[in-house]
């Protein structure tokens, strides 16, 4: 399976944007995917997740601001930002949580202040 994260940018404090993540097969219906972020000089971490069933977990950090969704029709996971902190500035890419597929590229998030 390939991924592709798209919809980064740039974007001040406070605003919002959002993300998606399609495959080049059926990645959702069976799988637990999740959304992760790496910043620079960081290890990459999880920040949200989806169950085939639909439980979701946020990490603290982005509780209450993303929202993780799934089209499956579409082979699509998106998430969701809203109120953007410069915190949150990083490169995302989305995988599944176990046997993960090689990471795609990622798409650039930059939060200024």
């Known amino acids: 399976v390939q991924l592709q994260a798209s919809g980064g940018g740039s974007a001040r404090t406070g605003e919002s944007l959002t993300l998606s993540c399609t495959g080049s097969e059926s990645i959702v219906s069976s799988n637990s995917m999740g959304w992760y972020r790496q910043a620079p000089g960081k290890e990459r971490e999880e920040v949200a997740r989806i169950h085939p069933a639909g439980d979701i977990v946020y990490t603290d950090s982005v509780k209450g601001r993303f929202t993780i969704s799934t089209d499956n029709a579409k082979n699509t996971v998106y998430l969701r930002m809203n109120s953007l902190k410069p915190e949150d500035t990083g490169m995302y890419y989305c995988?599944?949580?176990?046997?993960?597929?090689?990471w795609g590229q990622g798409t650039q998030v930059t939060v200024s202040s």
């Open positions: 995988n599944r949580l176990m046997a993960q597929w090689a």
